[in-house]
């Protein structure tokens, strides 16, 4: 069974910085995609970046410049470095993994993904 964990949600101010982290563990899959999604308050849920494991990354264009996704694929586990950040990225950020057979922008669409964590909460204030 998969499940997957994420960690460092936090209060940051307008302009920091913080990182967050997801484990799948049980993820015995060889390849895939990981991702970060996050949904405000009366929204719906959007992709904030995916990678493949070959280190394809892709991300939504009000993160690009700002964020970095990235993973360490012995360790299963994916980290967003959130640079820069603004109050419109206030959201629960949820992890999600999936063993598609295609990466690259594949792991920007949600359909891709079987295994989604509970998520971290992220706020900012100014």
């Known amino acids: 069974q998969v499940r997957l964990e994420e960690r460092g949600g936090a209060s940051v101010q307008a302009g920091g910085s913080l990182r967050l982290s997801c484990v799948a563990n049980g993820y015995t899959y060889r390849g895939g995609c990981m991702a970060w999604f996050r949904q405000a308050p009366g929204k719906e849920r959007e992709v904030v970046a995916g990678v493949d494991w070959d280190d394809v990354a892709s991300y939504t264009d009000s993160v690009k410049g700002r964020f970095t996704i990235s993973l360490d694929r012995e360790k299963k586990t994916i980290y967003l470095q959130m640079n820069n950040v603004k109050h419109e990225d206030a959201a629960m950020y949820y992890c999600?993994?999936?063993?598609?057979?295609?990466?690259?922008?594949?792991?920007?669409?949600?359909?891709?993904?079987?295994?989604w964590g509970q998520g971290t909460q992220v706020t900012v204030s100014s």
């Open positions: 999600a993994a999936g063993p598609s057979l295609y990466g690259g922008s594949w792991c920007v669409v949600q359909t891709t993904y079987d295994y």
